[in-house]
């Protein structure tokens, strides 16, 4: 479920949108990188689990598919964060957040 975050004095824009961009690869860049920023971590550690998945999946064309909609998401929810609203992937954000 999104989650509005009102303050956003933090937030760099696209940067999360960036995040996502090339799932796992961005996403160890931003993770080792920012120390400081608890958000962008959190969201360079979803790109990562979420870029991993999308290598299992893309195993057979028909799952190939199913990848490429994730790559999707994974650009909405740098969207939606880049705009203040805190998008949590199922399973993956949980992992996330004990790792930040």
């Not at 760099?12 to 796992?24: A, C, H, Q, R, S």
């Not at 971590?41 to 979420?50: S, Y």
Request: proline fraction near 2%; charged fraction near 20%; aromatic fraction near 16%.
């Amino acid at each position: 479920m999104p989650e509005k975050d009102t303050k956003q004095s933090d937030d760099k824009g696209l940067l999360y949108v960036l995040i996502y961009f090339f799932t796992w690869l961005t996403g160890i860049i931003f993770f080792v990188i920012e120390k400081d920023n608890k958000k962008v971590r959190f969201h360079a550690l979803q790109a990562i689990f979420l870029g991993i998945v999308m290598m299992v999946l893309s195993m057979t064309l028909i799952l190939s598919i199913v990848s490429l909609l994730l790559w999707i998401y994974g650009l909405y929810i740098g969207f939606k964060q880049s705009q203040g609203e805190t998008i949590r992937v199922p399973y993956l954000a949980e992992y996330a957040d004990k790792y930040v």
